[in-house]
């Protein structure tokens, strides 16, 4: 069983920056891989980034990278989401997700079996 908090997202100008966290309980922690998650009102919660547990290999949505940063710190049980560059259509609730995921489904909701509350990133144009 793993429980996930997040942090309080926040209000970011356009062009800003901001970092959410999300801190795990369990002592499994290390073996899942963890991804940060968005939905935005109407819209389908999508992928942002994932982490899969082995060999620290971080996958992205097309619309973040190069802007967006997961990473994970096992020692602390926490995984991190910096985000630059932000954008007006970046602003949706953000939730970070644990599940046993590989390269062919680190994408796919369904996949993760734990859920954090979600926090609100809203970006002021």
């Known amino acids: 069983q793993v429980q996930l908090i997040e942090t309080v997202g926040g209000l970011v100008q356009a062009g800003g920056s901001l970092r959410l966290s999300c801190a795990a309980s369990g002592r499994t922690f290390s073996r899942y891989g963890m991804a940060w998650f968005r939905q935005a009102p109407g819209k389908e919660r999508e992928v942002v980034a994932a982490q899969l547990w082995f060999g620290g290999t971080s996958r992205y949505a097309d619309s973040v990278k190069g802007r967006f940063t997961i990473s994970r710190d096992n020692a602390k049980n926490t995984v991190y989401l910096q985000m630059n560059s932000l954008k007006p259509e970046d602003m949706a609730v953000y939730y970070c997700?644990?599940?046993?995921?590989?390269?062919?489904?680190?994408?796919?909701?369904?996949?993760?079996?734990?859920w954090g509350q979600g926090t609100q990133v809203t970006v002021s144009s």
């Open positions: 997700a644990a599940g046993s995921v590989d390269y062919s489904n680190w994408y796919k909701v369904e996949k993760y079996d734990y």
